[in-house]
Every structure is written in C-alpha cells, then in structure tokens.
C-alpha cells in the first residue's frame, strides 16, 4: 500500500530538516517549498495528499497560499504548523480552508495523528489552541473581555 503523499512549507531550513526526520518514516515526502508561491506551484505539480505549511512564508503567507489552492482540483488538504497558538488566527486559517492547525511546539507524534486525522477526511485543531479558544469563548460569555 502505498503512504500518503505529503508536502512541507517551511521558510526555515532547520525546522523543514526536522519535519523531514520526523515524518519519513510514516508517509511519502514529495517535496519541500520555502515560499507560498513556490507551494501553491509545487502542490499542483506534485499532487499531495496533505500539506504542512508554516503560515508566515515570504511572497506568499501560508493563508493566501491556500486561498489559491482552494481554487484546484482536487484540492489538497492542509495543516498549518505555526508559532501562532492565536485562536483568532486558528479561526482565521480554517475559514480559509484549512484541515489542521498545530502549534510549533506540539510533540511531534500530535503532528503525526494530526495528518492521520486529515487524511480520513477529519479537522484537527491542537489541544494547546483548543484551550485559550474555550477560555477566551467562555470569558467573553460571563462578560470579561478576551484576552
């Protein structure tokens, strides 16, 4: 059986090298991008079953990357990998389109589930964001501002 294509958008070298360690040995990397332009390019071309984007990327964020994307068929599912633990941006980014959104400083298992998640058609949002979205949820319903 063959594994899950998948393909990684990281601006940073250090942490797509990581991403590659990580993930080899569960799916088929087929290529890594620095850029949303060269994402957008690379996943028509190469057709992943998922992509793991950073959202902040130069030319192109991570979001309008997706944006374009949305306009392909098929189109590829995504997870945003970030340091932004921002619920509003986590919002942001699954209106957007997107399947997942992980913080940077989730174990590296979390991202593994996470694309097994997304492949079997499933969201997946990190427990680490799911906390502050029901805190700021619940602060702001018993009238204290968010935050």
């Not at 797509?16 to 332009?37: I, N, W």
């Not at 994307?69 to 209106?95: C, G, Q, S, Y």
Request: charged content about 20%; some cysteine.
């Amino acid at each position: 059986m063959a594994l899950p294509r998948v393909l990684l958008a990281d601006d940073h070298t250090i942490v797509a090298d990581g991403l590659r360690s990580l993930l080899a040995e569960h799916f088929d990397l087929v290529g890594t991008v620095r850029d949303g332009v060269a994402l957008v390019e690379a996943a028509g071309r190469l057709q992943p079953d998922v992509i793991v984007s950073d959202i902040c990327m130069p030319v192109l964020s991570g979001l309008d990357a997706l944006r374009r994307l949305n306009k392909e068929t098929p189109r590829p599912r995504m997870i945003f990998l970030t340091v932004h633990a921002d619920p509003d941006l986590a919002a942001e980014a699954f209106r957007a389109g997107a399947a997942g959104y992980l913080a940077k400083h989730s174990a590296g298992d979390e991202l593994i589930n996470a694309i097994h998640e997304v492949l079997r058609g499933r969201f997946y949002l990190s427990p680490l964001i799911t906390r502050d979205v029901l805190t700021t949820s619940t602060l702001t319903r018993q009238g204290h501002p968010a935050g």
